[in-house]
């Protein structure tokens, strides 16, 4: 469980809606770079990026860099009590 997390990004301020051209980002589906990025928070106020593909319209829900599944990015919108 060596876990060497190297944080090179640069901090995004949180609660803002962000929409920059990719860099470096492409799809994880089909390596497009082609996609667009935004920084969002989600209803439970997850902090997540979000990337949709222009190309296969892949869409992809990322929280500091792991992947989340489409289910739990539901689950996560949904109304929390
Ligand atoms: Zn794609």
Redesign the pocket.
Same mark, same amino acid.
């Given at each position: 469980m060596a876990r060497s997390t190297t944080v090179t990004r640069t901090a995004i301020p949180l609660g803002s809606l962000t929409q920059r051209p990719a860099q470096g980002a492409s *799809?994880t589906? *089909?390596g497009?770079v082609r996609i667009t990025h935004l920084s969002m928070n989600l209803t439970d106020g997850t902090p997540v990026d979000f990337t949709s *593909?222009h190309? *296969?319209a892949?869409k992809s829900w990322s929280h500091h860099g792991v992947e989340l599944a489409v289910t739990d990015v539901l689950q996560r919108t949904r109304k929390v009590c």
């Open positions: *799809c589906e *089909c497009s *593909c190309v *296969c892949h």
